[in-house]
Protein backbone atom coordinates (compact mmCIF):
# COMPACT_ATOMS: atom_id res chain seq x y z
CA UNK A 1 0.00 0.00 0.00
CA UNK A 2 1.13 3.33 -0.50
CA UNK A 3 2.86 4.86 2.46
CA UNK A 4 1.66 8.09 3.67
CA UNK A 5 4.06 11.20 3.76
CA UNK A 6 5.43 12.40 6.88
CA UNK A 7 6.41 16.07 7.24
CA UNK A 8 8.98 16.59 10.40
CA UNK A 9 8.21 19.86 12.33
CA UNK A 10 11.23 21.83 14.24
CA UNK A 11 10.73 22.32 18.28
CA UNK A 12 11.21 25.40 19.69
CA UNK A 13 14.53 25.98 19.24
CA UNK A 14 14.64 25.53 15.51
CA UNK A 15 15.90 21.88 15.53
CA UNK A 16 14.51 18.49 14.80
CA UNK A 17 15.18 16.48 17.59
CA UNK A 18 17.06 13.08 18.22
CA UNK A 19 15.56 10.88 15.10
CA UNK A 20 17.98 14.08 12.87
CA UNK A 21 20.90 12.97 14.90
CA UNK A 22 20.29 9.33 13.29
CA UNK A 23 19.53 9.95 10.14
CA UNK A 24 22.15 12.36 9.73
CA UNK A 25 25.27 9.69 10.22
CA UNK A 26 23.21 7.17 8.07
CA UNK A 27 24.06 8.20 4.22
CA UNK A 28 27.12 5.77 4.10
CA UNK A 29 25.33 3.15 4.25
CA UNK A 30 23.50 3.95 0.91
CA UNK A 31 26.71 5.86 -0.45
CA UNK A 32 25.91 3.72 -4.21
CA UNK A 33 22.41 4.29 -4.27
CA UNK A 34 23.59 8.30 -3.08
CA UNK A 35 26.12 8.24 -5.77
CA UNK A 36 23.49 7.03 -8.70
CA UNK A 37 20.37 8.37 -7.96
CA UNK A 38 20.90 11.37 -6.32
CA UNK A 39 20.74 14.88 -8.84
CA UNK A 40 23.30 16.72 -9.19
CA UNK A 41 23.17 20.87 -8.51
CA UNK A 42 22.71 23.35 -11.46
CA UNK A 43 25.76 25.36 -13.07
CA UNK A 44 23.40 28.74 -12.84
CA UNK A 45 22.81 28.07 -8.72
CA UNK A 46 26.42 27.51 -8.18
CA UNK A 47 27.61 29.76 -10.41
CA UNK A 48 25.41 32.55 -8.26
CA UNK A 49 26.47 31.02 -5.03
CA UNK A 50 30.48 31.90 -6.05
CA UNK A 51 29.47 35.16 -7.81
CA UNK A 52 32.81 37.47 -7.14
CA UNK A 53 34.67 34.30 -4.73
CA UNK A 54 38.35 33.99 -5.55
CA UNK A 55 39.99 31.27 -4.14
CA UNK A 56 39.79 27.80 -2.45
CA UNK A 57 36.39 26.42 -1.82
CA UNK A 58 35.59 24.08 0.97
CA UNK A 59 32.12 21.53 0.22
CA UNK A 60 31.21 20.46 3.93
CA UNK A 61 29.30 17.79 4.07
CA UNK A 62 30.22 16.90 0.49
CA UNK A 63 29.19 13.12 0.70
CA UNK A 64 29.19 11.62 -2.54
CA UNK A 65 30.57 14.76 -4.77
CA UNK A 66 27.98 16.01 -6.06
CA UNK A 67 28.38 19.33 -5.22
CA UNK A 68 31.77 19.09 -5.23
CA UNK A 69 31.50 18.41 -8.89
CA UNK A 70 29.86 21.64 -9.85
CA UNK A 71 32.15 23.93 -8.34
CA UNK A 72 35.39 21.83 -9.95
CA UNK A 73 33.31 23.05 -13.15
CA UNK A 74 33.56 26.93 -12.24
CA UNK A 75 37.46 26.06 -11.82
CA UNK A 76 37.98 26.50 -8.21
CA UNK A 77 40.32 24.77 -6.15
CA UNK A 78 37.96 21.92 -4.07
CA UNK A 79 38.18 20.80 -0.84
CA UNK A 80 35.75 18.18 -0.41
CA UNK A 81 34.76 17.38 3.59
CA UNK A 82 32.73 14.72 5.49
CA UNK A 83 32.46 13.35 8.64
CA UNK A 84 31.64 9.23 6.91
CA UNK A 85 34.58 7.45 5.52
CA UNK A 86 32.45 5.54 3.22
CA UNK A 87 31.16 8.19 1.88
CA UNK A 88 34.33 10.18 1.19
CA UNK A 89 36.12 6.61 -0.35
CA UNK A 90 32.43 7.02 -2.79
CA UNK A 91 33.51 10.45 -3.59
CA UNK A 92 37.21 9.68 -4.29
CA UNK A 93 35.69 7.39 -7.11
CA UNK A 94 33.60 9.30 -8.20
CA UNK A 95 35.48 13.07 -8.54
CA UNK A 96 39.16 11.65 -8.13
CA UNK A 97 40.28 15.45 -9.00
CA UNK A 98 38.76 16.69 -5.40
CA UNK A 99 41.15 16.71 -2.57
CA UNK A 100 38.96 15.56 0.63
CA UNK A 101 39.41 15.52 4.20
CA UNK A 102 36.96 14.43 6.92
CA UNK A 103 35.42 16.88 9.66
CA UNK A 104 32.10 18.14 10.45
CA UNK A 105 31.08 21.80 10.03
CA UNK A 106 30.82 22.17 14.02
CA UNK A 107 34.94 21.38 14.19
CA UNK A 108 36.27 22.49 10.77
CA UNK A 109 40.16 21.60 11.00
CA UNK A 110 41.35 23.74 9.29
CA UNK A 111 43.17 27.55 9.62
CA UNK A 112 40.96 31.04 10.00
CA UNK A 113 41.00 32.49 6.78
CA UNK A 114 42.17 29.61 4.98
CA UNK A 115 38.91 29.68 2.48
CA UNK A 116 36.98 31.67 0.21
CA UNK A 117 33.68 30.22 0.26
CA UNK A 118 32.17 27.30 2.64
CA UNK A 119 29.14 25.17 0.34
CA UNK A 120 26.78 23.04 2.03
CA UNK A 121 24.57 21.23 -0.73
CA UNK A 122 21.41 18.96 0.92
CA UNK A 123 23.34 19.45 4.04
CA UNK A 124 22.63 22.61 6.11
CA UNK A 125 19.63 21.16 7.65
CA UNK A 126 22.02 18.76 9.63
CA UNK A 127 24.32 21.21 11.33
CA UNK A 128 23.75 23.06 14.44
CA UNK A 129 23.44 26.03 13.22
CA UNK A 130 25.05 28.13 15.55
CA UNK A 131 28.29 26.08 15.88
CA UNK A 132 28.48 25.40 12.13
CA UNK A 133 27.84 29.54 11.46
CA UNK A 134 30.62 30.71 14.20
CA UNK A 135 33.28 27.73 12.65
CA UNK A 136 32.53 28.64 9.33
CA UNK A 137 32.92 32.46 9.97
CA UNK A 138 36.26 31.08 11.44
CA UNK A 139 37.95 29.50 8.56
CA UNK A 140 36.65 32.13 5.87
CA UNK A 141 38.82 34.99 4.69
CA UNK A 142 37.73 38.28 4.75
CA UNK A 143 35.04 38.78 2.46
CA UNK A 144 34.19 35.03 2.39
CA UNK A 145 30.74 33.47 1.40
CA UNK A 146 28.90 31.01 2.36
CA UNK A 147 26.37 29.05 0.62
CA UNK A 148 23.70 26.87 0.81
CA UNK A 149 21.59 24.69 -1.86
CA UNK A 150 18.88 22.16 -1.79
CA UNK A 151 17.41 20.34 -4.92
CA UNK A 152 13.66 19.93 -3.59
CA UNK A 153 11.02 18.20 -5.80
CA UNK A 154 8.75 20.18 -7.21
CA UNK A 155 4.92 18.92 -6.14
CA UNK A 156 3.39 21.18 -8.09
CA UNK A 157 3.47 18.74 -11.35
CA UNK A 158 1.32 15.75 -10.33
CA UNK A 159 3.93 13.07 -10.89
CA UNK A 160 6.20 14.52 -8.72
CA UNK A 161 3.17 14.77 -6.22
CA UNK A 162 2.26 11.27 -6.12
CA UNK A 163 6.15 10.02 -5.73
CA UNK A 164 6.43 12.27 -2.31
CA UNK A 165 2.68 10.13 -1.54
CA UNK A 166 4.68 7.34 -1.60
CA UNK A 167 8.03 8.22 0.15
CA UNK A 168 6.98 10.72 1.81
CA UNK A 169 8.81 14.27 3.32
CA UNK A 170 12.17 15.01 4.30
CA UNK A 171 14.02 17.37 7.06
CA UNK A 172 15.07 19.20 3.82
CA UNK A 173 11.69 19.84 2.20
CA UNK A 174 9.87 20.36 5.69
CA UNK A 175 12.96 23.63 6.50
CA UNK A 176 12.50 24.96 2.21
CA UNK A 177 8.93 25.14 2.64
CA UNK A 178 8.60 26.13 6.12
CA UNK A 179 10.57 29.20 7.60
CA UNK A 180 13.34 28.33 5.42
CA UNK A 181 17.37 28.26 6.79
CA UNK A 182 18.92 30.92 8.89
CA UNK A 183 22.21 31.35 10.17
CA UNK A 184 23.47 32.68 13.62
CA UNK A 185 26.17 35.45 14.16
CA UNK A 186 28.74 36.31 12.68
CA UNK A 187 27.09 35.45 9.66
CA UNK A 188 25.06 37.82 8.20
CA UNK A 189 21.60 37.81 6.77
CA UNK A 190 20.75 35.01 3.19
CA UNK A 191 20.20 36.10 0.22
CA UNK A 192 18.28 33.70 -1.79
CA UNK A 193 17.70 32.36 -5.38
CA UNK A 194 15.53 29.72 -6.92
CA UNK A 195 15.57 27.84 -10.28
CA UNK A 196 13.70 25.66 -11.79
CA UNK A 197 14.59 22.54 -13.78
CA UNK A 198 14.28 18.99 -14.92
CA UNK A 199 16.25 15.33 -14.75
CA UNK A 200 15.24 12.73 -16.86
CA UNK A 201 15.71 9.20 -14.84
CA UNK A 202 15.05 5.78 -15.15
CA UNK A 203 13.26 3.15 -12.91
CA UNK A 204 16.49 2.11 -11.41
CA UNK A 205 17.91 5.61 -10.69
CA UNK A 206 14.87 6.73 -8.89
CA UNK A 207 14.89 3.50 -6.68
CA UNK A 208 18.38 4.51 -5.95
CA UNK A 209 17.21 7.75 -4.89
CA UNK A 210 14.81 6.76 -2.94
CA UNK A 211 16.92 3.83 -1.22
CA UNK A 212 19.19 7.01 -0.65
CA UNK A 213 17.03 8.48 1.57
CA UNK A 214 17.90 8.86 4.98
CA UNK A 215 14.40 7.96 6.18
CA UNK A 216 14.16 4.63 4.27
CA UNK A 217 17.88 3.94 5.55
CA UNK A 218 16.40 4.14 9.14
CA UNK A 219 13.17 2.92 8.67
CA UNK A 220 12.31 -0.30 9.99
CA UNK A 221 11.66 -3.13 7.34
CA UNK A 222 7.99 -3.58 6.88
CA UNK A 223 8.48 0.44 6.16
CA UNK A 224 11.01 -0.33 3.34
CA UNK A 225 9.21 -2.95 1.77
CA UNK A 226 5.74 -0.83 1.78
CA UNK A 227 7.55 1.82 -0.28
CA UNK A 228 9.16 -0.50 -2.65
CA UNK A 229 5.83 -1.73 -2.92
CA UNK A 230 4.59 1.44 -3.55
CA UNK A 231 7.24 2.54 -5.87
CA UNK A 232 7.12 -0.77 -7.84
CA UNK A 233 3.63 0.04 -9.10
CA UNK A 234 3.94 3.53 -9.38
CA UNK A 235 6.70 2.71 -11.89
CA UNK A 236 4.96 0.02 -13.83
CA UNK A 237 1.63 2.60 -14.17
CA UNK A 238 4.32 5.57 -15.54
CA UNK A 239 4.67 5.68 -19.51
CA UNK A 240 8.17 5.25 -19.89
CA UNK A 241 9.02 4.03 -17.09
CA UNK A 242 7.14 1.02 -17.70
CA UNK A 243 9.03 0.42 -20.87
CA UNK A 244 12.59 1.03 -19.63
CA UNK A 245 12.72 3.96 -20.70
CA UNK A 246 12.85 7.31 -18.54
CA UNK A 247 10.87 10.21 -16.68
CA UNK A 248 11.38 13.68 -15.92
CA UNK A 249 11.68 14.63 -12.59
CA UNK A 250 11.09 18.00 -11.71
CA UNK A 251 13.05 20.04 -9.12
CA UNK A 252 13.49 23.80 -7.72
CA UNK A 253 16.87 24.48 -6.47
CA UNK A 254 16.65 27.17 -3.52
CA UNK A 255 19.81 28.29 -2.90
CA UNK A 256 21.04 31.41 0.00
CA UNK A 257 24.34 32.75 0.62
CA UNK A 258 25.68 35.19 3.41
CA UNK A 259 28.99 36.53 4.83
CA UNK A 260 30.21 37.66 7.82
CA UNK A 261 28.89 40.29 9.24
Do not use: C
Given at each position: ?????????????????????????????????????????????????????????????????????????????????????????????????????????EEIPLEDGSVAAVVL?????????????????????????????????????????????????????????????????????????????????????????????????????????????????????????????????????????????
Amino acid sequence: MPVVPTRLRPGPDGRYGGIVAERSTSFGRAAHDYARGRPGYPDDAVAWLLDGVEGRVLDLGAGTGKLTESVLRTRHEVLAMDPDPVMLATLEAHVPRAATMRGRAEEIPLEDGSVAAVVLGQAWHWVDVEAASAEIARVLAPGGVLGLVWNIRDERDPWMAGLTRVIGHSTAESLIDGDGPRVAAPLGPLEAWESAWTRAVTGEALRALVRSRSSYITGSEALRRDIDAALDVMVARTPGLADGGTVDMHYRTHAYRARVA
